[in-house]
């Protein structure tokens, strides 16, 4: 795609779908690492804080739970950004209502704003 040429709404929606499906399967995944790592926790009584043989469960437990809140939001950024579509206004700033270049919408395609307002 060449940097003036706007991507067209099918190919939008497709990029878009994709990312929600891997994202929600991701999401999955870290939900259940997470459960794991809870059952895991409340079936020990293990002194896992001076463990010397690596990270604790709860340092474990904290980066899994940092990485689903990632993937939840990265979720909310891609069913927002069909929402645009679905309303005409996907690849408008939300702030000055110039449209955002093709480049960044390529790039990021939850964008929501041009590279100015950013």
């Known amino acids: 795609m060449s940097d003036d040429a706007a991507p067209t709404p099918a190919a939008v929606a497709a990029r878009l779908d994709v990312e929600r499906?891997?994202?929600?399967?991701?999401?999955?995944?870290l939900r259940g690492d997470l459960a794991g790592f809870v059952a895991a926790s409340r079936d020990t009584n293990a002194d896992d804080e001076h463990d010397p043989e690596g990270a604790t469960i709860a340092f474990e437990r904290s980066q899994v739970d940092a990485l689903r809140r990632q993937a939840e939001r990265t979720l909310?950024?891609?069913?927002a950004a069909q929402a645009r579509l679905q309303e005409g206004t996907y690849g408008t700033c939300e702030v000055?209502?110039?449209?955002?270049?093709?480049?960044?919408?390529?790039?990021?395609?939850?964008?929501?704003?041009?590279v100015s307002c950013a």
């Open 96 to 114: 000055c209502g110039r449209p955002v270049a093709p480049a960044r919408l390529e790039a990021r395609p939850t964008a929501r704003t041009c």
């Open 76 to 79: 909310e950024e891609v069913e």
């Open 21 to 29: 499906r891997r994202t929600t399967r991701r999401l999955a995944q």
